[in-house]
Nanobody, 121 residues
Framework: VQLQASGGGLVQAGDSLRLSCTAS????????MGWFRQAPGKEREFVSS????????YYADSVKGRFTISFDNGKNTMYLQMNSLKPEDTAVYYC???????????????WGQGTLVTVSS
């Protein structure tokens, strides 16, 4: 499966963005999918995840209440709605499927190419 992430951009603090991650080659069926981000000079961190049925979702404390993850089975696309963006949300955002933690690093069988989100103050 190939993942294509999009939707990043330059916004001001308080604005909203919606990221998309579309799978091609096969469906997301059976995978837990997630969004991760990596700011300059920092390790990649978990942002949010959703089960392929969409019935379970999790969020990092730093984005809880501001970000919403969702999945459209018909379009085979995962979304991350980001509201009330803050400068500290600035990072390259990656989508992933079939991921796990190895020590302090996140690994995944499938990563999207990343989309840059820049939030100015």
């Amino acid at each position: 499966v190939q993942l294509q992430a999009s939707g990043g951009g330059l916004v001001q603090a308080g604005d909203s963005l919606r990221l998309s991650c579309t799978a091609s080659g096969r469906t997301f069926r059976g995978y837990t999918m997630g969004w991760f981000r990596q700011a300059p000079g920092k390790e990649r961190e978990f942002v949010s995840s959703i089960s392929w049925k969409g019935d379970h979702s999790y969020y990092a404390d730093s984005v809880k209440g501001r970000f919403t993850i969702s999945f459209d089975n018909g379009k085979n696309t995962m979304y991350l709605q980001m509201n009330s963006l803050k400068p500290e949300d600035t990072a390259v955002y990656y989508c992933a499927a079939d991921y796990s933690k190895s020590g302090s690093s996140w690994i995944a069988d499938y990563w999207g190419q990343g989309t840059l989100v820049t939030v100015s103050s």
